[in-house]
């Protein structure tokens, strides 16, 4: 038997094949241009996504056995704004995660309805990347955009809708759109009301291991998959990437050293911060629940620094000179893209401190992986404050690559580090939701226990732990002291 994984990203999409043993058969890949014409704004054209999957599907399962391949599943870039018309033509870009114009409605919605009632009615506040704003902005500045709309949609769920003519979505991708009870896992009445829009224009929901439907007579021409084939709906990257690592147990805990870095936490109980910190709630790929902040340029900062600041491709030789953790004098704050977990704040920037004549080069590569992970040591702190108990860490992500972000991810979390025999993530994890809802397996858990092995371990250094749990209170106050001056660099 064989499974697809398909995972959605931001400048690419990656698919993968999968046997039952969790050996992988192929892996392609399709990029897609990513379109910024504005300050702040990240559009992307959906018929270009599915171009894309469309062409690498067909390199894929080229082949192959027709009648081995059971299912597909997906991974997709949360958050994204799909607008379809009642013709199912796109009716504008869709509107991604890292695009920043909406802090108007998100002030709005926080501060005018306010952040509590958000959080009684779908566990989170609003971010500038979440849905619910977008969709206030077309509102607002497209008024004739908005009145087309019969059909709202995240990205993954677009390609999913093509592939089977079935619309729908999942509760840990329809999560992070404020528009779901994430507590009871419905849509919510007062949150479509406050968009002015119908529960008809948005998806029924599933669960992510859940087949919602087979590949349609038109898509299996396009794609070269049979129409045996069952649609499996997938789930938000992060959810999905914790499959794909294994994180799929209580209070068991991954960290992302991606384009942003990400803290999640499982949880079979439902958890919400009603503090001020934009840590988010959502449902799981299990069919429970988990924890999530989000820093927003993670080993983006680091490939920033690398690439368009010292002109080098070559990260293992910039970090051939780094040594005594803990010790460094020179401080990074990885807010290039504005922050997320726990800033919520769009006018946030990069900044280095403390540099001097004797500071190196090496210092300042250091610096910039210590900001980074500074900024998850916040969002971990965030979760233990709310009672769950996370030791160890699973991580993943091209960051994680470098053994000695691992080293210093456990010295600054000052938690046990674990690598496992994949570096798929959501391409694998979607493969995995694939091969559950095809009845390989019984459940989520049953399939990442098989799958998933531990391969190497990092432990915290004591003396460096300590060191750096000083320095983190400095990194901290860095923040709250150029907060105002950030928004004056903004409005220039």
């Known amino acids: 038997m064989l499974f697809i994984g398909v995972d959605l990203g931001t400048t690419a999409v990656k698919m993968l094949i999968m046997d039952e043993e969790g050996s992988i058969k192929r892996i392609v890949s399709r990029e897609y241009p990513l379109y910024m014409n504005e300050e702040g704004w990240s559009d992307q054209e959906p018929d270009d996504w599915w171009a894309a999957a469309a062409d690498g599907l067909k390199e894929l399962v080229s082949g192959f056995d027709a009648d081995e391949i059971q299912s597909i599943s997906f991974s997709g870039q949360m958050h994204g704004l799909v607008l379809l018309d009642e013709n199912d033509n796109v009716i504008r870009r869709a509107i991604l995660w890292n695009d920043q114009r909406t802090a108007v409605e998100c002030d709005y919605l926080n501060n005018v309805i306010g952040r509590d009632i958000l959080i009684d009615h779908t566990a989170n506040v ?98 070269g998959l049979p129409r045996s084939v069952r649609v499996v709906i997938g789930g938000g990257d992060q959810a999905v990437g914790a499959v794909g690592s294994g994180t799929v147990v209580n209070n068991m805990c991954s960290v992302s050293l991606g384009t942003s870095g990400v803290v999640f936490v499982a949880s079979d109980a439902f958890k919400a911060d009603y503090g001020k910190s934009a840590l988010h709630s959502f449902c799981s790929a299990t069919g429970k629940y988990h924890m999530m902040g989000v820093t927003l340029a993670a080993a983006g900062s680091n490939k920033w620094w690398v690439e368009d600041i010292l002109n080098g491709t070559d990260y293992v030789k910039e970090q051939a000179g780094i040594g005594g953790l803990g010790n460094n004098r020179v401080f990074f704050l990885p807010y290039l893209n504005g922050e997320r977990t726990p800033k919520n704040d769009p006018n946030a920037r990069g900044a280095f401190v403390g540099m001097g004549m004797t500071t190196k080069r090496s210092d300042m590569t250091q610096a910039v992986m210590e900001g980074v992970t500074f900024s998850l040591k916040e969002i971990l702190g965030i979760v233990r404050n709310l009672g769950i108990n996370a030791d160890t860490a699973r991580i993943i992500g091209g960051g994680a690559k470098s053994p000695l972000w691992r080293q210093m991810t456990a010295d600054i979390l000052n938690v046990r580090v674990e690598t496992i025999n994949s570096e798929e993530g959501p391409a694998l994890g979607a493969a995995i939701l694939a091969a559950v809802g095809a009845g390989a397996f019984a459940s989520v858990e049953s399939a990442c226990k098989t799958l998933i092995k531990v391969t190497n371990i990092y432990t915290p250094d004591r003396e460096a732990a300590d060191r750096y749990d000083s320095r983190f209170g400095i990194f901290i106050r860095l923040y709250e002291d150029l907060k105002e001056t950030f928004k004056h660099i903004g409005s220039v």
Request: aromatic share 12%; proline share 3%; with cysteine.
């Open 126 to 223: 609003a971010l500038t990347g979440f849905t619910a704003p977008k969709i206030l902005w077309v509102k607002k500045h497209e008024p004739e955009n908005f009145a087309r709309i019969a059909k709202i949609m995240l990205p993954k769920d677009y390609i999913a809708y093509k592939l089977s003519g079935v619309f729908a979505t999942d509760y840990s991708d329809a999560s992070g759109m404020l528009l779901l009870d994430v507590k009871h896992r419905e849509w919510d009445a007062f949150m479509l009301d406050l968009m002015g829009i119908d529960e008809g224009k948005l998806a029924k929901l599933y669960q992510s291991y859940e087949a919602v439907g087979f590949v349609c007579e038109r898509a299996s021409r396009e794609t």
